[in-house]
């Protein structure tokens, strides 16, 4: 399978390719020539495989070619080893949970099957390789477990200080090993902004091998997929229109969704719900692609001022916005309407949100009113309630109980770089760490 640059100017690579490196060097995105097809046969399987299963199938359309069946099975079985489950929160309306992993946010799926698709790409080379990570809050920690202890990869994550919750620091600046968490003076956007800068230096990029776990890699997308397909699998029997509500940031996630729908699920909708950092709702009310500076949100991994996976997004749909909106609905929702919702949905059905997962069932909600028996609808719950729980108790008199992955890293040490967000900076602290090609 061959991927192309969204600018258009770069080779084509293959998958390998495309994974090693993550970004091409004309700054664009990866994205494949073509999306495979369900085979109508497994379209009707479905139902009746566990994820695991499922996982496997859809990764053989994309990867066969790449790695051998064998290897393939044991990646995929290795780094899906537990589940995305679906909860029935009232007649038609699920919650899709995918907090189920190590770190109890939705990025365990991408980050662990990105970093056993790359230990496998890299295990008969030489050298070192570094994998960069800009994070806004959940994707630093999944991605440090998801890598630690790899032979011969090294993490450098790059978060903003101050602008994550508690929890989520500590998930990121205690791993150690080989594992690096940079505190930046600034945005997720300038933590993003280092990173591509990194990608783009020829010099840098001479002296030692840079890729990244981010969503601009094509590997953290692809497993994105699954759940999408496999929500629909169970979901089928209802034998009504599907929606999704995916809450959004960088838009991985919703270009996950996007690529099961390529691929042939049957998705009626997609909402793409945003908190005040609403850059791709206004685009898809008016057409205008507008970014800017973040906002600080209590939904804090969907700060992002700039999305970068929006041109995938135009990618699928040939740059026309006509055909973006006919499958995607935009909404946005501030603090106070995110903080009303979790207490509402508490206090009718018991059921706790964290508030990404909230601003998911409020594009959901809205979507669906006078339209209830018409369809059956997902929201996607990103992270674990407990993940946010000093937030959360400071308007819900509720006792959350942590679960114990959580509980014990709020005992460790916090070991973390100041970095400012100058990138000559960050290039000195690079090259000063020693890590070569070979």
């Known amino acids: 399978m061959n991927f192309y640059s969204t600018n258009h100017t770069a080779p084509q690579v293959g998958f390998r390719e495309a994974v ?17 097809k369900i085979p109508d046969p497994l379209m009707k399987e479905l139902p009746h495989l566990n994820f695991q299963e499922l996982a496997f199938e859809i990764s053989k ?6 790695i051998d069946e064998k290897w393939l ?6 780094a899906i080893d537990f589940d995305a489950t679906l909860y029935k929160l009232k007649d038609n309306i699920f919650s899709l949970e995918l907090y189920h992993g190590p770190t109890y946010a939705f990025k365990d799926f991408g980050a662990r099957f990105m970093a056993r698709l790359l230990s496998h790409f890299v295990r008969k080379e030489s050298g070192e390789t570094v994998i960069l ?3 806004s809050g959940d994707t630093g920690s999944a991605v440090a477990q998801g890598f630690y202890k790899m032979p011969g990869i090294y993490v450098v994550l790059l978060y903003p200080g101050g602008k994550v919750s508690q929890l989520q620091e500590k998930q990121i600046t205690t791993i150690g090993g080989n594992v690096t968490a940079l505190e930046v003076d600034g945005t997720f956007d300038d933590c993003q902004m280092l990173v591509k800068q990194a990608f783009l230096d020829e010099d840098l990029n001479d002296i030692m091998h840079l890729t990244s776990a981010n969503s601009i890699n094509f590997a953290r997308l692809l497993p994105q997929s699954f759940y999408y397909v496999y929500a629909y699998a169970q979901l089928a029997q209802y034998q009504k229109p599907l929606i999704f509500s995916v809450p959004s940031g960088n838009f991985g996630n919703m270009c996950g969704a996007l690529l099961a729908k390529k691929m042939g699920v049957p998705i009626k909708q997609l909402i793409a ?10 685009y898809l009310e008016t057409g205008k692609f507008e970014p800017r500076p973040s906002l600080k949100t209590i939904s804090n991994a969907m700060d992002v001022g700039n999305p970068s996976n929006f041109p995938r997004i135009m990618e699928l749909y040939g740059n026309k916005y006509e055909q973006v909106i006919k499958d995607i609905h935009g909404s946005a929702y501030s603090d106070h309407i995110t903080r009303k919702a979790i207490v509402k949905v508490f206090d009718e059905t018991h059921y706790l949100m964290c508030p990404h997962s909230a601003i998911g069932y409020l594009g959901l909600h809205d979507y669906m009113l006078g339209r209830e028996n018409d369809y059956t609808g997902v929201f996607v719950s990103t992270a674990h309630p407990a993940k946010f729980s000093n937030e959360i108790q400071k308007f819900l008199d509720y006792e959350i109980a942590f679960p114990h992955g959580l509980k014990s890293v709020m005992n460790k040490k916090k070991v973390s770089v100041p970095m400012n967000s100058d990138y000559e900076d960050f290039k000195k602290f690079l090259l000063k760490a020693g890590w070569r090609k070979n």
């Open 273 to 282: 719900a945003t908190n005040a950092n609403n850059i791709v709702p206004q």
């Open 20 to 36: 090693l490196h993550g970004m091409p060097p004309d700054n664009g995105l990866y994205m494949p020539l073509s999306i495979p």
């Open 73 to 78: 099975k044991k990646i995929v079985y290795d």
């Open 61 to 66: 359309l994309w990867l066969l070619d790449e």
């Open 133 to 135: 990570v800009a994070t």
